[in-house]
């Protein structure tokens, strides 16, 4: 399946799904693409609505595993997990893919507060 949609930021972008698999076992979809012509330009946001729009589900519920580039090409192929329900991804995932979600300040509030919340170790007399 090939899809162009078109964006504002960067015009006619090609999507081209290459497999989709079910796994039923932990409640998603895996979907391989390919975004022709789109190394160095394309973002990790504006991948994940390409995908949630073509495949008519909600944004929330697309998850980005990884994107890579072609050797010798200017395609970057990609892997997204679509989950049934969103608390499953939470369990499944690892939290760094989340967090690569999020724009730059978003990540700097949530590491701060996380820092908040670790108890300080305490010292350890020396001789003792």
């Known amino acids: 399946m090939t899809y162009t949609l078109r964006l504002k930021r960067s015009g006619a972008l090609s999507l081209q799904i290459v497999k989709e698999s079910r796994n039923q076992l932990l409640g998603r979809r895996e979907v391989d693409c390919i975004f022709n012509s789109m190394a160095g330009s394309l973002k990790r946001q504006d991948a994940v609505n390409m995908v949630a729009k073509s495949l008519n589900v909600d944004v929330n519920k697309v998850h980005?595993?990884?994107?890579?580039?072609?050797?010798?090409?200017?395609?970057?192929?990609?892997?997204?997990?679509?989950?049934?329900?969103?608390?499953?991804?939470?369990?499944?995932?690892?939290?760094?893919?989340?967090?690569?979600?999020?724009?730059?300040?978003?990540?700097?509030?949530?590491t701060k507060e996380t820092k908040k919340k670790e108890p300080v170790k305490a010292k350890k007399a020396k001789g003792s």
């Open 64 to 110: 980005l595993v990884s994107l890579r580039t072609k050797t010798g090409t200017r395609d970057v192929s990609g892997l997204f997990y679509i989950y049934d329900k969103p608390e499953d991804a939470k369990k499944q995932l690892p939290e760094y893919l989340s967090l690569r979600m999020l724009s730059k300040e978003e990540r700097e509030k949530l």
